[in-house]
């Protein structure tokens, strides 16, 4: 089945960009996800990228996939401390979301 | 916009006893699911729904039960609390029918944090 996996730390200053790497295996997912989760809060979806696309822009937050490596990343330029959180990656496989460990972004002044 | 409501949001349970976590979506969703988090763990799937009447289980089902008797609600049991069980437990629904609007984005409930003693 697909196997989600990233670092578990991330530490920034503000200001500076932000990349956040995540590995997959399967390479059937329509799609690849990347959701936020801040503390006592439920995941919410911080942008996708479809599986043919290379590179995904929205606002301050760049996705770039992969496929031959099968390697995403979420860059976040101007990091700001609101951005502090969890960061997950996440991958379908069949009806199924697999998420992977979660990074924790921590962004000091 | 209620979403996804979950409750209770903290329970303490002793070992052996049972309970069930509740959730219910407004959105009309097909699929809803049940994920457990743990530091470390990430979120790991516990049992899944792609619509009424249906289910299956995920990657860690042992010690869980679930039903969908209507779209709405899909509540998870836990038959024989044990402390391996302790953990914040999270509902998520997302739409499966046709066109633009089916990304498989998972809409999160706020979580329900669960000890067992």
């Known amino acids: 089945g697909e196997d989600v996996e990233q670092s578990l730390f991330l530490s920034v200053r503000e200001g500076d960009s932000s990349v956040i790497n995540c590995t997959y295996t399967d390479s059937s997912s329509t799609y690849l996800y990347w959701y936020k989760q801040e503390p006592g809060a439920g995941l919410q979806l911080l942008t996708y990228i479809f599986s043919n696309m290379d590179m995904k822009q929205d606002q301050r937050l760049t996705v770039l996939l992969n496929k031959k490596d099968k390697h995403l990343s979420l860059r976040i330029a101007d990091t700001q401390t609101g951005d502090s959180a969890i960061y997950f990656c996440?991958?379908?496989?069949?009806?199924?979301?697999?998420f992977g460990t979660g990074t924790r972004l921590q962004v000091f002044p | 916009n209620a979403g996804v409501t979950q409750t209770p949001k903290f329970q303490v349970l002793k070992t052996g006893q049972s309970m069930t976590l509740q959730c219910a979506q407004d959105m009309n969703h097909e699929y809803m699911s049940w994920y457990r988090q743990d530091p470390g763990m990430g979120l790991r799937l516990i049992h899944y729904s792609v619509g009424a009447g249906i289910t299956d289980q995920g990657e860690v089902p042992n010690g869980y039960n679930v039903s969908r008797s209507t779209t709405e609600d899909f509540p998870l049991r836990l038959l024989s609390a044990a402390p391996s069980q302790t953990s914040v437990y999270f509902c998520?629904?997302?739409?499966?029918?046709?066109?633009?609007?089916?990304?498989?984005?998972?809409?999160f409930g706020e979580g329900s944090r669960l000890t067992v003693l």
């Open positions: 998520a629904s997302s739409y499966r029918g046709r066109g633009l609007k089916n990304t498989g984005e998972l809409f």
């Open positions: 996440a991958g379908t496989a069949t009806d199924k979301l697999i």
